[in-house]
């Protein structure tokens, strides 16, 4: 799943995903609130979510606080990880702490960032 209101990142992102071998579905959504309408809504959910910080209305941080305040970060075994342009260490250092995350990377998602992730947590490389 990616979560970016910039439709150029989503765009890139999801062809670099597509080049891959993952053969599974990626969903894109614009926005933190139709991402979680659309889980709230669904009995699976992504088994990888990339999640940008600086969005409005609900930024990142929201949608992270979100999911665990009602409960939906226990039904969903997804591994999030933050993807941003946010080069403010605060961010970094908020991401490191969080147990909700599985890292954070900086944009734009690129093969080998990609393929480290899916060795990481999935065990194989999409490349």
Request: glycine share 4%; no cysteine; proline share 4%.
């Amino acid at each position: 799943m990616l979560i970016d209101d910039n439709s150029d990142d989503n765009y890139f992102h999801e062809r670099i995903i597509q080049r891959s071998i993952f053969d599974g579905e990626i969903l894109t959504f614009s926005s933190a609130e139709a991402a979680i309408e659309h889980m709230e809504n669904s009995r699976e959910f992504p088994e990888l979510i990339f999640l940008d910080i600086n969005m409005p209305r609900m930024n990142g941080w929201e949608f992270l606080d979100y999911i665990k305040e009602t409960g939906l970060d226990l039904r969903m075994k997804s591994k999030i990880y933050m993807l941003s342009t946010s080069e403010n260490p605060d961010d970094q250092n908020k991401a490191e702490e969080s147990n909700m995350l599985a890292g954070f990377k900086t944009k734009p998602l690129n093969n080998q960032m990609l393929d480290d992730i899916f060795q990481q947590h999935f065990n194989f490389s999409p490349l």
